[in-house]
């Protein structure tokens, strides 16, 4: 009997019931009942991309804190799709690793095939290569090359990083788990990479498991990709991890040639491969590599280019634990020159390290950083953004403190400081030694250095503003230690960077924290306030100076309040600087889902609209609650304003305004519900601009001052006649009587 490991295809159990739901970590059967509702009703809005085998929603789920990715399989009967979704489900339980896309949980209820996964928010490796239609083909004509696409700005950094976040994925897959897993179908289109740009293996359905004392098995169903299957696995249907590794390096090949492979005439050549091995034989390997990387990491590109041809050999082909370490060696090379570099040489300027406190002192992440680039102080990373005299004027008065300052007043980094945590780092609540309190934010870096970038920009940005509605910065820390590691049996100094940034202390948190779906949420007079706040501070960013600072990122957590409920827009980690262009198109998805507009989704447009959109669901949530963005989609517009004029006229009414002034005020709250509703329109061109929406508020604000200085100069000739009658009976109550009658309890009680 065969020792190979078959996988049992019945039904999986369904364990409501019998799962602790308490371990959000655990996947878990959910009803399909909660996934329509998480996507209200799988709603196009929701959607994230569809494929052959269906679509992929954004929702939200009770019990697990981030926005997850729901795979909605379409309906059908077939044998093999339902093998192939308990063959996904069986395997991802038994997975845990970081380059593994993590399983949420599942739903098969009837005709309904439903898989929950974490949420990529930068999409597949296929999106990142080939931005424009995710799958530009490089033009083969009769075995010759004519790669016409424009050179990617995807830099080496990234794509080596990546590469090893897939190799690591695939290494764990063949080794580590309980029997070896052959992944079957590695390509592009099944690498996701999260918001940090970690790789993530997805795609489980066509995986094969072989006993770790077994080399590999044999299949006469021979499936995956044509362009990146083994051409041994095509000839004799033997399953092994190698099959994986010849897939590894067409997807190595690929993502450093920025080229995708084609079948070749006759059927029995990879265009890609050809290529490079061409170029190899003709000792110009680099012109087989993307034109934009070129120049600094040539040694680097070498080395993989030459990996990945021996991951496609049939000869002395590595396994993929052994191409992870390599790709990971190759740090070791730096940017020295062929010439220069002895093997028994260490290269310090490649060990030159960039790495980032997390909680209680322990390293996050390390990075490579030459030494002539590396900043030795925040004076010089920042000199770049401070010769103007207003930008070094700023800057001398933002304080700088040390790092040892930082781990005092916030009992170094104690969790009970702590009072927010995000993608770029953790937000802690300290206290100055003149009692002033502050948050300092603390950022930790990842693989690919992204949140280097975000700290500069943020840094930057908060530096060129001053606004009422803008969180003001008030210190920063960048400091550089050096400090002693091992490396290779030996000891080296590791550069070591601590990066925060202090604000104002914001006394009521987020908006997030205040937006509620029941009667007793915010007052309708705090809800305008942070409303116009938080146009205010937009049109600020937008038209407040020369070059306009597009923010990319609103939502109502990056929305702060501070003691008096005034809001202050604040996290410019995504933010972009725009000079005189109106919008630009850009390569990288960043965002939270649910805030961006379409034609970022689809055309990665980037324009002053983009945060129109963002604003608008914002207000949209305001208004009408948590659930609001998705009540507006799912009713006519019609409906749905109705709906927000009667909840906000019940909770009103119970004030006791006066009739006019309640008016009023459900009319504000309808120009508020259309100008949002305006602001979410799919064409940019449709939806308002700034100082349209901030006319339409005071022209709101200015009915109310009428209808309110009406009613004053009636109170007071009411008041006049009922005195002087009051007087003469001895009463002393006539003030009050008429004031209420006109609202002034609603003015002294909501401080109108």
Same mark, same amino acid.
């Given at each position: 009997?065969?020792?190979?490991?078959?996988?049992?295809?019945?039904?999986?159990?369904?364990?409501?019931?019998?799962?602790?739901?308490?371990?959000?970590?655990?996947?878990?059967?959910?009803?399909?009942?909660?996934?329509?509702?998480a996507?209200?009703?799988?709603?196009?809005?929701?959607?994230?991309?569809?494929?052959?085998?269906?679509?992929?929603?954004?929702?939200?789920l009770?019990?697990?804190?981030?926005?997850?990715?729901?795979?909605?399989?379409?309906?059908?009967?077939?044998?093999?799709?339902?093998?192939a979704?308990?063959?996904?489900?069986?395997?991802?339980?038994?997975?845990?690793?970081?380059?593994?896309?993590?399983?949420?949980?599942?739903?098969?209820?009837?005709?309904?095939?439903?898989?929950?996964?974490?949420?990529?928010?930068?999409?597949?490796?296929?999106?990142?290569?080939?931005?424009?239609?995710?799958?530009?083909?490089?033009?083969?004509?009769?075995?010759?090359?004519?790669?016409?696409?424009?050179?990617?700005?995807?830099?080496?950094?990234?794509?080596?990083?990546?590469?090893?976040?897939?190799?690591?994925?695939?290494?764990?897959?063949?080794n580590?788990?309980?029997?070896?897993?052959?992944?079957?179908?590695?390509?592009?289109?099944?690498?996701?990479l999260?918001?940090?740009?970690?790789?993530?293996?997805?795609?489980?359905?066509?995986?094969?498991?072989?006993?770790?004392?077994?080399?590999?098995?044999?299949?006469?169903?021979v499936?995956?990709?044509?362009?990146?299957?083994?051409?041994?696995?095509?000839?004799?249907?033997?399953?092994?991890?190698?099959?994986d590794?010849?897939?590894l390096g067409?997807?190595?090949?690929?993502?450093?040639?920025?080229?995708?492979?084609?079948?070749?005439?006759?059927?029995?050549?990879?265009?890609? #491969?050809?290529?490079?091995? &061409?170029c190899? !034989? /003709?000792?110009?390997?680099?012109?087989?590599?993307?034109? *934009?990387?070129? @120049?600094?990491?040539?040694?680097?590109?070498?080395?993989?280019?030459?990996?990945?041809?021996?991951?496609?050999?049939?000869?002395?082909?590595?396994?993929?634990?052994?191409?992870?370490?390599?790709?990971?060696?190759?740090?070791e090379?730096?940017?020295?020159?062929?010439?220069?570099?002895?093997?028994s040489t260490?290269?310090?300027?490649?060990?030159?390290?960039r790495?980032?406190?997390?909680?209680?002192?322990?390293?996050?992440?390390?990075?490579?950083?030459?030494?002539d680039?590396?900043?030795?102080?925040?004076?010089?990373?920042?000199s770049?953004?401070?010769?103007?005299?207003?930008?070094a004027?700023?800057?001398?008065?933002?304080?700088?403190?040390? #790092?040892?300052?930082?781990? &005092?007043?916030? !009992? /170094?980094?104690?969790?009970k400081?702590?009072?927010?945590? *995000?993608?770029? @780092?953790?937000?802690?609540?300290?206290?100055?030694?003149?009692?002033?309190?502050?948050?300092?934010?603390?950022?930790?870096?990842?693989?690919?250095?992204?949140?280097?970038?975000?700290?500069?920009?943020?840094?930057?940005?908060?530096?060129?503003?001053?606004?009422?509605?803008?969180?003001?910065?008030?210190?920063?820390?960048?400091?550089t230690?050096?400090?002693?590691?091992?490396h290779?049996?030996?000891?080296?100094?590791?550069?070591?960077?601590?990066?925060?940034?202090?604000?104002?202390?914001?006394?009521?948190?987020?908006?997030?924290?205040?937006?509620?779906?029941?009667?007793?949420?915010?007052?309708?007079?705090?809800?305008?306030?942070?409303?116009?706040?938080?146009?205010?501070?937009?049109?600020?960013?937008?038209?407040?100076?020369?070059?306009?600072?597009?923010?990319?990122?609103?939502?109502?957590?990056?929305?702060?309040?501070?003691?008096?409920?005034?809001?202050?827009?604040?996290?410019?980690?995504?933010?972009?600087?725009?000079?005189?262009?109106?919008?630009?198109?850009?390569?990288?998805?960043?965002?939270?889902?649910?805030y961006?507009?379409?034609?970022?989704?689809?055309?990665?447009?980037?324009?002053?609209?983009?945060?129109?959109?963002?604003?608008?669901?914002?207000?949209?949530k305001i208004i009408?609650?948590?659930?609001?963005?998705?009540?507006?989609?799912?009713?006519?517009?019609?409906?749905?304003?109705?709906?927000?004029?009667?909840?906000?006229?019940?909770?009103?009414?119970?004030?006791?305004?006066?009739?006019?002034?309640?008016e009023?005020?459900?009319?504000?709250?309808?120009?508020?519900?259309?100008?949002?509703?305006?602001c979410?329109?799919?064409?940019?061109?449709?939806?308002?601009?700034?100082?349209?929406i901030?006319?339409?508020?005071?022209?709101?604000?200015?009915?109310?001052?009428?209808?309110?200085?009406d009613?004053?100069?009636?109170?007071?000739?009411?008041?006049?006649?009922?005195?002087?009658?009051?007087?003469?009976?001895?009463g002393?109550?006539?003030?009050h009587?008429?004031?209420?009658?006109?609202?002034?309890?609603w003015?002294?009680?909501?401080k109108?």
């Amino acid at each position: 009997m065969s020792n190979i490991l078959l996988l049992n295809f019945s039904f999986l159990e369904k364990e409501n019931g019998q799962q602790s739901y308490s371990e959000v970590n655990v996947p878990r059967h959910f009803t399909y009942e909660e996934l329509a509702q998480a996507t209200s009703n799988f709603n196009e809005y929701r959607k994230l991309g569809e494929g052959a085998f269906g679509a992929v929603y954004g929702g939200t789920l009770a019990g697990i804190d981030r926005t997850v990715a729901i795979k909605k399989i379409r309906e059908t009967t077939s044998n093999q799709t339902k093998m192939a979704f308990h063959n996904e489900i069986k395997i991802m339980r038994q997975m845990h690793h970081r380059n593994i896309l993590s399983l949420k949980g599942w739903c098969e209820e009837d005709k309904h095939l439903l898989v929950i996964y974490e949420m990529t928010e930068n999409g597949s490796l296929e999106d990142l290569l080939y931005p424009k239609n995710g799958a530009m083909d490089t033009a083969v004509h009769f075995g010759t090359y004519n790669n016409t696409r424009p050179s990617s700005p995807l830099s080496w950094l990234t794509r080596r990083n990546i590469l090893i976040g897939i190799a690591s994925g695939l290494a764990y897959l063949h080794n580590e788990c309980p029997a070896a897993i052959v992944h079957r179908d590695l390509k592009p289109a099944n690498v996701m990479l999260d918001r940090n740009w970690n790789a993530k293996l997805a795609d489980f359905g066509l995986v094969t498991q072989v006993r770790h004392t077994e080399t590999s098995r044999f299949t006469d169903n021979v499936i995956g990709t044509r362009s990146y299957i083994d051409p041994a696995y095509m000839d004799t249907g033997k399953v092994s991890g190698q099959c994986d590794v010849y897939s590894l390096g067409v997807v190595l090949l690929e993502t450093i040639c920025g080229e995708k492979p084609i079948i070749l005439q006759g059927g029995n050549k990879n265009s890609l #491969i050809e290529k490079v091995r &061409e170029c190899d !034989d /003709n000792n110009r390997i680099l012109d087989a590599a993307d034109k *934009g990387l070129k @120049g600094q990491f040539d040694k680097e590109i070498k080395a993989a280019l030459r990996l990945g041809l021996q991951c496609v050999s049939p000869d002395n082909r590595p396994h993929a634990g052994r191409v992870r370490d390599r790709l990971t060696k190759l740090l070791e090379y730096g940017n020295t020159s062929e010439e220069t570099k002895e093997a028994s040489t260490v290269n310090l300027e490649a060990l030159s390290r960039r790495c980032i406190l997390q909680g209680e002192g322990s390293i996050m992440a390390t990075q490579t950083y030459g030494f002539d680039e590396a900043p030795q102080s925040a004076g010089s990373m920042l000199s770049s953004s401070s010769r103007d005299n207003d930008m070094a004027s700023k800057l001398q008065n933002t304080t700088c403190l040390t #790092i040892r300052v930082l781990q &005092e007043i916030t !009992d /170094n980094f104690s969790e009970k400081r702590k009072i927010g945590q *995000g993608a770029c @780092g953790k937000v802690y609540r300290a206290e100055l030694q003149n009692g002033k309190e502050i948050a300092v934010k603390v950022l930790y870096n990842n693989v690919v250095m992204i949140d280097d970038v975000q700290f500069q920009r943020e840094f930057e940005n908060l530096m060129r503003l001053e606004h009422h509605n803008i969180v003001r910065l008030v210190g920063y820390c960048y400091e550089t230690q050096h400090q002693p590691i091992q490396h290779m049996g030996g000891i080296v100094f590791a550069e070591m960077t601590y990066k925060a940034l202090c604000f104002e202390y914001m006394q009521n948190g987020s908006l997030e924290e205040h937006l509620s779906d029941e009667g007793d949420g915010l007052e309708w007079h705090t809800c305008y306030n942070i409303i116009k706040g938080a146009w205010k501070g937009l049109q600020y960013l937008h038209k407040g100076s020369d070059k306009p600072i597009y923010h990319l990122d609103l939502k109502p957590g990056n929305i702060l309040l501070d003691k008096n409920m005034v809001p202050k827009l604040a996290d410019f980690g995504l933010s972009k600087l725009m000079g005189d262009q109106q919008s630009i198109i850009t390569k990288t998805l960043m965002g939270t889902i649910g805030y961006m507009p379409k034609e970022y989704f689809i055309g990665n447009i980037v324009s002053n609209k983009f945060d129109i959109f963002s604003l608008g669901v914002v207000m949209i949530k305001i208004i009408a609650g948590r659930e609001g963005h998705s009540k507006s989609v799912d009713m006519s517009r019609r409906k749905f304003l109705d709906l927000v004029q009667r909840n906000w006229r019940d909770k009103m009414q119970e004030t006791c305004l006066a009739r006019r002034l309640l008016e009023a005020y459900c009319k504000q709250v309808n120009v508020c519900t259309e100008i949002a509703l305006s602001c979410m329109d799919t064409d940019r061109h449709k939806r308002p601009n700034i100082v349209d929406i901030i006319h339409q508020l005071n022209g709101t604000e200015a009915v109310i001052d009428r209808v309110r200085s009406d009613a004053l100069t009636r109170s007071e000739v009411a008041l006049g006649h009922d005195t002087t009658r009051a007087s003469r009976r001895g009463g002393g109550d006539a003030a009050h009587r008429l004031g209420t009658a006109w609202g002034w309890r609603w003015r002294e009680q909501r401080k109108l």
